[in-house]
């Protein structure tokens, strides 16, 4: 999955280019792709921000999970234990990271999208292309995984979090912004870089380590605690056994359907976890 990720290196920050056609949907093997990235930006001395955009040719940042990888009669406990992990990591690190971190948003970002750009220090996203974002899997009948749910909490606080959490809902560019889950909206997707360079280059210029050390303060435990429970329970047969529940295998299998009857592209944007 490594060709469907573009790294280009500008002065202190790269740009990660994220390009699976047609709306980025992440399988085991793309998590592990963009968590390399992000790494190897990392293991750069020079580096100290990173911004995550999407190279595909309709505006969608990512619609999020391949459901796939979500359907019990598809996988295994094995296959979704790697999957998990994987997706799990590569969230934690995001968070974690000891680089600036900016999520360039361009259209639709639901679920997995949004845990993406949740986990970046910063989010910028298009006013213009019809988007929207938020942590919608109550809407396709799968619980929001509890350390997102989290990570939610955190970026636009407690009440507004639960709101959207518990309604399934995405909320257009506007009203993200009003509640804090984008800081900043431009006009069009043309606009869209340009502005989240500007951005970039400003967050850099701060000191790299006293940034890095703040953020381990702030998020350091959450993120352990994130990954114990990650592994320990959301990766194993707990875990597993939730995906294999009747209710979750009809309303996975009936969004599977959906999509393999064409249901448009919004619908193929947003009918992913």
């Known amino acids: 999955m490594a060709q469907f990720m573009t790294t280009h290196k500008q002065r202190g920050y790269a740009i990660i280019s994220m390009a699976k056609e047609p709306v980025n949907s992440f399988d085991t093997a793309m998590w592990q792709a963009l968590h390399a990235a992000v790494q190897a930006v990392e293991a750069d001395s020079s580096m100290q921000g990173v911004i995550i955009a999407s190279g595909l040719k309709r505006d969608v940042f990512t619609a999020g999970n391949d459901l796939k990888e979500l359907y019990a009669p598809l996988t295994s406990a094995q296959q979704y234990a790697t999957f998990w992990e994987a997706q799990s990591r590569c969230l934690i690190g995001i968070h974690s990271s000891r680089l600036a971190t900016l999520a360039a948003i361009c259209g639709a970002c639901p679920a997995g999208g949004c845990a993406i750009s949740l986990c970046c220090d910063s989010r910028l996203m298009t006013a213009g292309a019809g988007g929207a974002i938020g942590l919608n899997e109550v809407a396709l009948g799968i619980p929001v995984p509890k350390y997102w749910a989290g990570v939610m909490v955190q970026v ?14 995405m909320v257009p560019p506007d009203r993200a912004l009003q509640l804090g889950l984008v800081n ?4 069009n997707k043309a606009q869209l870089l340009p502005r989240a360079e500007e951005l970039m280059q400003n967050m850099v210029k701060l000191p790299g380590g006293a940034r890095a050390a703040t953020k381990a303060g702030l ?37 599977l359907q959906r999509l393999s009857k ?4 919004k619908q193929q944007e947003r009918s992913k976890l």
């Open 156 to 169: 636009i606080g407690h009440a507004a979090a639960e709101r959207l959490l518990l309604s399934g809902s």
């Open 184 to 187: 900043e909206l431009v006009t």
């Open 219 to 255: 998020r350091g435990d959450f993120d352990a605690a994130w990954l114990q429970y990650a592994l320990d329970w959301e990766a194993g047969p707990k875990g597993f056994a939730g995906i294999t529940n009747p209710s979750t295998v009809a309303s996975v299998g009936a969004a």
């Open 262 to 265: 064409g249901g448009g592209n």
